[in-house]
């Protein structure tokens, strides 16, 4: 199975965008699936995580402002982001934490 994310941009402060993961070559694994991001010169961190069965946790910096949620029907996962903020800029993976497999990789710049 291979993960493939895509919709990061260029946002203004305030501004939103959703970023999605489509699987290929099979179906999303029945466990949880994550987002993460790492900026630069940073480690890279927890965004947020959502089970097969659509629970949800966030990290303490997004929480309020960020949203993610699968379709397993489309092997499909999302991260709607609104309110960006600066701080926000960085490479958002998805990940699947069963299989330990990473997605390439979507850029996300929060700037004015």
């Known amino acids: 199975v291979q993960l493939q994310a895509s919709g990061g941009g260029l946002v203004q402060p305030g501004g939103s965008l959703r970023l999605s993961c489509a699987a290929s070559?099979?179906?999303?694994?029945?466990?949880?699936m994550a987002w993460y991001r790492q900026a630069a010169g940073k480690q890279r961190e927890l965004v947020a995580v959502?089970?097969?069965?659509?629970?949800?946790q966030y990290g303490n910096s997004v929480k309020g402002r960020f949203t993610i949620s699968r379709v397993n029907a489309k092997n499909t996962i999302y991260l709607q982001m609104n309110n960006l903020k600066s701080e926000d800029t960085a490479v958002y993976y998805c990940?699947?934490?069963?299989?330990?497999?990473w997605g390439q990789g979507t850029q996300v710049t929060v700037s004015s």
């Open positions: 990940h699947d934490l069963a299989l330990g497999i």
């Open positions: 070559g099979s179906s999303l694994s029945r466990a949880a």
């Open positions: 959502i089970s097969f069965g659509g629970d949800t």
